[in-house]
């Protein structure tokens, strides 16, 4: 179980705000590895047909959960990708992750002629299980893949807490009701923070001196911003059921108090 907090900034604030940072945090190693110190986020969140994952967040639900695909970078058959089932109970959050294939992922969500052998050998002992809980969430509830999200992340760790992590996510793009194999997708993309990025603090105990310091320099308020709602809500020229927003909604802490529910176009 950890905390986030999630902080809206404009992107002329990114420069300055890691410079402020970088004498207490240092590069994870994935960021570390690419040449523009970031890494891509690809993400497909799911959700019933009503939007009750939608719903509960804009609603302010205290005990909810989304169910998403995650995968890094680009995709090639062999690729690993992520089932995912992020909880929230309160303020605390925590995560069931399991890791298979990409060219295996159609064949898993279908149910049926899946050979479960590779989950049960790998290295991690819960890797099967929740494998099992994802496939459980999404027939159960009949979900379907509802937004793809992507994102550039630079992601830090704190020297003196390793368990501290900072994270940029820029230049947030996405792609409402996705196929699974356009997890990989770059061309269909539309913008949905074009002048923004988020910042997410994830930490267990205590909140670093220095870090509370930095955050009221920079004028920062604790914000409950969701990649997926924001995604969802925003319009799309193939989706003109959704209304567009404007960004004083984001800095008000909602994007709108009415909730959603699907249409089929």
């Not at 959700?47 to 804009?58: E, G």
């Not at 050979?115 to 509830?141: G, H």
């Amino acid at each position: 179980m950890r905390l986030e907090y999630k902080f809206l900034l404009p992107n002329e604030k990114l420069n300055p705000l890691r410079e402020r940072l970088m004498p207490y945090v240092r590069l994870d190693t994935f960021s570390q590895e690419r040449p523009d110190k970031h890494y891509t986020v690809r993400s497909i969140y799911f959700d019933t047909l009503r939007l009750k994952h939608y719903n509960d967040k804009i609603e302010g639900i205290r005990t909810r959960k989304k169910v998403r695909i995650r995968a890094y970078n680009t995709l090639q058959a062999d690729h690993p990708v992520f089932l995912e089932i992020k909880r929230k109970y309160e303020n605390y959050i925590s995560k069931d992750r399991s890791i298979l294939k990409f060219d295996q992922l159609e064949q898993f969500l279908e149910g049926q002629n899946f050979d479960w052998s590779p989950l049960k050998s790998t290295e991690k002992p819960d890797n099967f299980i929740n494998a099992q809980r994802f496939l459980y969430q999404v027939m159960r509830y009949h979900l379907q893949p509802t937004v793809l999200c992507v994102y550039e992340r630079e992601a830090f760790y704190a020297e003196s807490n390793p368990q501290l992590r900072i994270t940029f996510d820029k230049n947030l793009r996405a792609l409402q009701f996705p196929r699974i194999d356009q997890l990989k997708e770059n061309q269909q993309l539309f913008q949905v923070l074009p002048h923004h990025f988020i910042m997410e603090v994830k930490f267990r105990r205590g909140f670093a001196f220095w870090l509370r310091r930095i955050l009221e320099d920079f004028n920062l308020t604790r914000q409950a911003l969701s990649k997926y709602t924001m995604s969802l809500f925003l319009k799309n020229q193939r989706n003109p059921f959704f209304g567009r927003v404007d960004y004083a909604y984001l800095n008000r802490h909602s994007i709108t108090r009415q909730p959603l529910r699907r249409n089929r176009f």
